[in-house]
């Protein structure tokens, strides 16, 4: 089983990633970065994901905004919290530290050959990288969702993730670690759709539940948005990457995250030329089996669902 570490800013696709890493691998840690929503909201739902699945993995504080940019967050997407939609149970775990970028240095040097899934901003990694450039050959691949080959999401070329901290991008995209992109052109192909979330919901249990009411919330920000109530399930395509390789196809390309434009920064150019004029840096993944994807991400919550009945304990000490 491979073995992963998982940085994330949840939101409701990175609590289905979450649950999709500790079914299919062995999630040996989490650390969470300001995205979604504020650091201290996504750091109470990468929690209450772990106590609504069972999931007995530490989360570490990392970075409340990015390198240079200023904050930024999605609450037109995922809401205020990152989480709105679902009545929540009170929160029963703490965090394990606030030191998530040493964390992470210290568990890539203890041991060679796990992976690195971001599915947030890239903050918490690119300042792991530059405190300690021998992680990138330490690590099996990073595996992230970020950027698109197309059209973006929060700008018309900009995905969130690469969006808010593209010099943090840039540090990951040129670090030499072996990178497996999960950009929009691909995550878009796993629809998230009133079905879905009915699938979701009929698993049971106070996780799946969660996950559905999350899922309808933010479908209906989608159609107050004026769009169709059809969204894309992006962070478990990432973590899918590694943990199911044959789901997600690739190919090797030349990608660079732009800096400077006045109307293009945060864009993620892949170069996809037939004849090579650029090194390919990542593997592009571009082509999903979402039939596939589909069946493994219920799977994962309705084996998850059966660990927790997802309420606090009154003896456990509650902090954010
Ligand atoms: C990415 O941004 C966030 O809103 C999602 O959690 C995902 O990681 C998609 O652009
Ligand atoms: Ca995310």
Redesign the pocket.
């Known amino acids: 089983m491979v073995r992963l570490l998982v940085d994330c800013?949840p939101?409701h696709?990175?609590a289905v990633a979450l649950v999709v890493a500790s079914h299919f691998g062995e999630l040996v840690g989490i650390t969470t970065v300001g995205?979604?929503a504020p650091l201290a909201d996504v750091t109470t739902n990468a929690l209450l994901t772990c106590q609504l699945f069972g999931i007995d993995v530490d989360v570490h504080v990392g970075a409340e905004r990015p390198l240079v940019a200023p904050p930024r967050h999605?609450p037109e997407?995922?809401g205020v919290s990152g989480f709105e939609g679902p009545a929540l149970p009170p929160l029963a775990r703490a965090a394990a530290s606030t030191e998530a970028v040493e964390y992470l240095i210290e568990t890539i040097r203890s041991e060679e050959g796990l992976w690195l899934v971001p599915?947030?901003p890239l903050t918490n990694v690119a300042l792991a990288f530059r405190q300690a450039p021998d992680l990138p050959s330490r690590l099996a691949g990073v595996s992230f969702?970020?950027g698109s080959a197309g059209a973006g999401?929060h700008t018309a070329v900009g995905?969130?993730?690469m969006l808010v901290d593209p010099e943090a991008g840039s540090v990951v995209l040129g670090s030499g670690a072996r990178l497996h992109m999960a950009g929009?052109d691909l995550?878009r192909q796993f629809v998230i759709d009133d079905a879905l979330a009915a699938d979701v919901r009929a698993i049971g249990g106070p996780g799946p539940v969660a996950i559905a009411d999350l899922m309808v919330s933010y479908l209906d920000q989608l159609e107050r948005l004026g769009g169709p109530r059809l969204g894309g399930l992006?962070?478990p395509c990432a973590v899918l990457a590694v943990t199911h390789p044959e789901v997600v196809a690739s190919q090797a390309r030349h990608v660079s995250v732009e800096l400077t434009g006045s109307i293009t920064r945060g864009m993620t150019v892949v170069d996809r030329r037939s004849a090579r004029t650029s090194e390919p840096n990542v593997f592009h993944g571009h082509t999903l089996d979402h039939p596939m994807a589909r069946s493994l991400v219920l799977e994962a919550l309705a084996a998850a669902s059966g660990r927790s009945d997802g309420r606090s304990d009154p003896g456990d000490g509650v902090v954010r």
């Open positions: 800013d939101g696709d990175d995205g979604n999605a997407v995922h599915i947030g969702m970020g999401n995905e969130f993730n929009l995550t992006h962070d």
